[in-house]
């Protein structure tokens, strides 16, 4: 099962998504739904998007729609250095602090932070920006869970972590100023249900950057090179907090461009997972 999220008639509708068309689901038919977290974290979310989807009406080209961020509300997470390639990457770009995420790539206690609040998140074909203030920046390719208030996994979606690594690697106290700020956070297009994604060690998950008419970058990777289990970083996450709307959370890159590539404005980020499709944003 997929979802969407999209403005019909200058309205924010819900959507379930087949064979690259979008039902409507009337929500007035179950006031205690508000968006799709609510659907996710359902009991038997397929039964409930049966009751809800709008079968009277005709239904559209996904191509053809407006689609918004699919978040209602959640706050958004990140995890770093949860990849090999990403530790090295790290590592190259802050040599003081090397050591640093060699530990935390090897330690039990994951490296979160919080990333971005469901108003700040970048809708799909949308512009993410790349800092005035930073000299490097790139893309960062990421799975992103959708997490129920009770801790199940219950959907994915894709992300763009954008950072500035520039300003992370000057100092890592920096972390908040190279992961959080306006236009930092993409995500979309659609949501998967857990039951209709491939086996986690079958996910790929591609990136391309594009200028100038051409390709700048690109590169690929699958989730079974990921170090940590989801599961882990889930726990990790709900250690001395709570989400009563569920939460978004971005689990890490394994792809990252050359030390010499740095994102330009007009560039176009192309990223693409298996069972939930591609998310492209221009870059501003």
Known sequence: MQLCKLLDHGSVRFGWVRGGHITLLDLKRDPSIQGIGDILAAAEPDKLVLRLADIQ??????????LLAPVDGQEIWGAGVTYKRSKIAREAESTSAASFYDKVYSAERPEL??????????????????????????????LALYIAPDRRIVGYTIGNDMSARDIEG???????QAKIYQGSCGLGPLVTSTSDMPPREQIAIELKIERAGGVAFEGSTTLSQMARPLESLVDWLFREN????????LTGTGIVPPDEFSLRAGDRVRISIAGIGELVNPVQ
Do not use: C, I
């Not at 009406?57 to 407006?66: G, I, N, Y």
């Not at 000057?170 to 908040?176: A, M």
């Open 57 to 66: 009406q005709t239904t559209f080209p996904v191509s053809s729609a407006r």
């Open 113 to 142: 932070f919080f990333k971005a609040t469901a108003e700040r998140v970048v809708h799909p074909s949308q512009p993410v920006r790349v800092r005035h203030d930073s000299r490097w920046t790139v893309p960062e390719p990421e």
């Open 170 to 176: 000057e100092n890592p106290l920096y972390l908040p």
């Open 242 to 249: 709570s989400f009563p709307r569920g939460v978004v959370m």
